[in-house]
């Protein structure tokens, strides 16, 4: 049985935007930021009530390193009453972000057309290494929590749920029954689009002892990827979210928290296709930067604004049920889920087109990046193959949080959709937040129905896990949250 516990609250911002140049994660094509857009941050709220406690950190990243996570944790061992082990670590999944490891998928290709045979360019010499960004990350995050877990003082929390129309499904579907991510939704064979989207902003607020708001986190189901396929670095539209926000309800911490989105983007894909068929089929070439037909700035200023005004909406539902003292629990449960494994027969019928394709590349006339897309599922296939001679199961944490009457779930997937919706539609907290991305990378975790459409983000390449382990996935995620609540 749980019992109310006393909270003391704590916040932290830092920026976490390495000097230039260094390289950008979320392309196929190498990206090395020329300049800064808008800064990236790191965000902490930490929580303590009686013996519990939780740490949320938001990151302007494509996704949270086990590595540079791991040395955060043990730098952070000997911080008087934290438990290092209830840090959870989250990344709004902007492509404009920080690589900790260069372009890591032109590493698949080496490893079968070895690395003579790649075209990988040359960096400059005055890039920002792997090594040094991962020293620079590992001190700011472990500085940024110990000044939100130190700052804590006694406070209170509520909760509100209201609506932002940001994401949109991605997964464009045709009469033939494929699915293209990133499709063109004017061509006359368009039918649907795959599948569902969110719309729910979930909110939580934190107050002091007079009642004064100091900071909400922020739960939108869509990647931050407006500013994506370029050469510059940007929190997209998270950093005007933020400034909205902080304009309606003074300046305020903001943590963003990334939803279950495995298949959404931030971008209207029927009203985009009307004057970017050309451009959305370069933007699924992925051989180089791409000049879309809108207003980058402000699709991402039109996003902000909608966030802050749902935020400000539950902010005068919130102000009104602020508690001082709440249940308050955080079970962290270690998590095995089966990886998606390929035939003998896919394998060799993979590996096949790969020896066939061997034969036109050399040190003298290697692989380009256009090269390389065509032949990513083949790749992925025959990777994967070696993989699961290796090991069978992906191994991950899941951090289940109850605050009053609203629960908080991670997972480290680009998890579609649908089964973020399930797990908040059945969970017996009055409001869930679905957290993707969280403490570690599980790439992304599609439905049946996108296995059925095919594309990227539904094959073996590009998913770890398939749809058996998305429904184990979400009842274990269940199962724990019950646990807080009988």
């Known amino acids: 049985m749980y019992e109310c516990k006393s909270l003391e609250i704590g916040w932290a911002q830092t920026d976490i935007t390495p000097p230039l140049p260094f390289y950008l994660q979320g392309q196929f094509y190498d990206r090395i930021a020329r300049y800064v857009h808008d800064p990236i941050t790191a965000t902490a709220l930490a929580i303590s009530g009686g013996d519990e406690q939780v740490v949320f950190v938001s990151l302007d990243m494509p996704f949270t390193s086990d590595k540079i996570l791991a040395a955060v944790r043990k730098r952070l061992e000997n911080e008087p009453g934290l438990d290092a082990g209830k840090i959870s670590f989250g990344a709004t999944h902007t492509h404009n972000s920080i690589s900790t490891d260069g372009n890591f998928l032109m590493g698949m290709y080496e490893e079968i057309f070895g690395a003579d045979s790649v075209d990988r360019p040359k960096p400059p010499d005055n890039l920002t290494t792997d090594k040094e960004i991962s020293e620079f990350l590992i001190k700011k995050l472990a500085d940024l929590i110990k000044k939100a877990w130190r700052e804590k003082a006694p406070g209170g929390v509520s909760h509100a749920q209201d609506y932002a129309a940001v994401a949109f499904n991605r997964r464009v579907v045709y009469k033939d029954g494929k699915t293209v991510m990133y499709g063109a939704c004017s061509r006359e064979d368009f039918i649907r689009l795959e599948g569902c989207s969110d719309h729910t902003a979930d909110m939580l607020y934190t107050w002091d002892e007079r009642g004064d708001l100091t900071g909400v986190a922020c739960c939108i189901p869509c990647p931050s990827q407006v500013m994506e396929l370029h050469y510059f670095v940007s929190a997209d539209y998270w950093a005007e979210a933020r400034d909205s926000i902080r304009e309606e309800l003074g300046n305020v ?28 089929q370069a933007w699924g070439a992925q051989t180089g930067e791409v000049f879309r037909n809108f207003d980058m700035k402000a699709e991402c200023e039109g996003i902000g604004e909608r966030i802050a005004e749902a935020v400000r909406r539950g902010y005068g539902k919130a102000r009104n049920r602020i508690s001082s003292e709440a249940v308050f629990a955080h079970e962290v449960k270690r998590l095995s889920l089966p990886i998606r494994t390929v035939t003998e027969a896919e394998y060799l019928q993979c590996l096949e087109t790969l020896e066939a394709a061997k034969l036109k590349y050399s040190p003298g006339n290697k692989l380009t990046v256009a090269d390389m897309v065509p032949l990513f599922r083949e790749v992925g296939t025959v990777l994967r193959w070696r993989e699961q001679r290796e ?91 019950r646990g807080m609540w009988e």
């Open 253 to 280: 911490y903001v943590l963003p928290m990334c939803g279950a989105a495995g298949d959404q983007n931030p971008l209207d894909m029927v009203r985009l296709s009307k004057t970017n068929e050309a451009e959305l």
């Open 391 to 481: 090991r069978t199961a992906f191994e991950f944490d899941v951090h289940a949080v109850r605050i009053g009457n609203a629960a908080f779930a991670t997972n480290p997937f680009e998890l579609f959709t649908e089964y973020g919706m399930r797990m908040k539609a059945r969970s017996p907290a009055e409001q869930t937040f679905v957290v993707q991305l969280s403490n570690g990378c599980g790439m992304y975790l599609p439905t049946e129905a996108a296995l059925g459409g095919g594309s990227y983000s539904s094959t073996v390449a590009s998913a770890l896990c398939g749809p058996k382990e998305g429904d184990a996935l979400v009842e274990e995620t269940l199962r724990a949250l």
